[in-house]
């Protein structure tokens, strides 16, 4: 027994953090690569390595990541100073390498003298699409940094292999991610990039992207759905992300086709990211005012939401709650109690659909029939429910209005 406790605690010594070991860096000249300061972390391995976000088999383990800053090729050094012997522990350790090759774009690097001369040659990187904006960006110590956005489809030639760079970041740092069918011409592609000075030249190094994809609604309409938005984390906490998201909508607003806008299955990050960029907008409106908002959800902020900023039904009463939320005396006890029953009843609209149906098969179905066809709280699961619904929204709403006091 003492003798497989000690084998048992040997192997856990080869196990280790996929988070940990892992770390990216953009490089755009060859001081970077040897720059810890340039290193980031993974925000997720668990797509990658699975649920565990463990990797075994090896002490000391580093997986480097580099990735050129313009043109995005990609370089892998695995290091470690032991690795398990397959023989000795009867265990074999992970391919490391396999697994990220299924990540990582094709053709990607694994000899440093060639990723070096890679660098070389970024000063030839050329954006695909066309420039439809521009940002500077002054940061907490005064710097000014300078940004633009690029509209592509999938057309020239090249792109697709820059786009598979750019898009070889997302299973480690948007959950549920999956790559798109970039043989769809329903797709479009928002690009974003710093632009930055390198021995006197003006060079471009990506920062971001975002994927969109055109729906079709009956019956001359498009539905737009947001789908990948990235920030890198070397550009992130600048505001970019709401400015990737404001340069794509402003491209909307005087299309006739555009119906509305959605988001394909947003991470809380991302809703809260859209939740500030809609409020904003909102605020500017003659139907989001102090005056029409303590009078309630009305067809006209609908209407004026639909046509000016093309926001969903959804996403518009959602709008109209936040900003109600801010509009409201939460020390008053009144005030809060008024907003609280108004949110409650859109949360009750499910339940009242069940109790509907509930009367439609009382004349079919027994108790117990019914009960498993629609799944039946009680009145005191259904109140917590509600009340556990309304706390997560409060939340919610409440981290978009911190934003928009410190933007």
């Known amino acids: 027994m003492a003798e497989l406790s000690v084998a048992k605690n040997e192997l856990e010594e080869f196990k280790c953090s996929a988070n940990d070991a892992i770390e990216f860096k953009l490089v755009r000249n060859v001081q970077d690569i040897d720059d810890e300061e340039k290193a980031f972390p993974p925000d997720m391995t668990h797509q990658v390595f699975g649920d565990s976000e463990m990797i075994f088999g090896y002490r000391g383990l580093k997986v480097s990541i580099y990735y050129t800053g313009s043109k995005l090729i990609p370089y892998l050094r695995i290091s470690h100073s032991e690795v398990c012997n397959t023989k000795e522990h009867g265990v074999s350790p992970d391919d490391i390498e396999k697994l990220l090759a299924q990540e990582l774009p094709p053709g990607y690097l694994t000899n440093l003298d060639t990723f070096k001369a890679a660098l070389s040659d970024e000063a030839t990187f050329k954006p695909f699409g066309e420039k439809i904006d521009s940002y500077t960006v002054t940061t907490k110590n005064g710097e000014e940094r300078h940004f633009d956005v690029y509209f592509a489809k999938m057309e020239k030639s090249g792109f697709q292999k820059f786009h598979e760079r750019i898009q070889s970041f997302i299973k480690f740092y948007i959950d549920a991610a999956s790559y798109i069918d970039v043989d769809d011409p329903q797709w479009q592609y928002y690009f974003l990039f710093e632009r930055y000075k390198e021995d006197g030249e003006t060079r471009l190094a990506a920062a971001g992207y975002m994927t969109v994809y055109n729906f079709y609604a009956y019956p001359t309409h498009i539905r737009p759905r947001m789908s990948q938005v990235l920030v ?109 029953l108004d949110v409650k009843r859109r949360l009750n609209i499910p339940y009242m659909k069940t109790k509907r149906m509930f009367l439609k098969l009382e004349n079919c179905l027994n108790p117990e029939e019914i009960a498993q066809t629609l799944g039946l709280v009680t009145k005191e699961q259904k109140f917590l429910t509600l009340e556990n619904d309304f706390q997560t929204a409060l939340a919610a709403y409440r981290r978009v209005l911190e934003r928009l006091a410190s933007s």
């Open 232 to 340: 890198l984390t070397p550009f992130q906490r600048l505001g970019l992300g709401a400015k990737l998201v404001q340069t794509f909508y402003n491209t909307c607003y005087s299309r006739s086709d555009v119906l509305d806008i959605t988001v394909e299955d947003p991470s809380d990050n991302f809703q809260r990211l859209r939740d500030f960029v809609d409020a904003q907008n909102c605020m500017k409106l003659k139907y989001f005012q102090l005056s029409e908002l303590k009078k309630g959800f009305s067809h006209d902020m609908l209407h004026e939401a639909q046509t000016k900023l093309k926001l969903s039904k959804l996403q518009t009463r959602r709008m109209y709650e936040i900003l109600r939320l801010k509009a409201t005396d939460q020390s008053n006890k009144e005030e809060f109690r008024e907003y609280r």
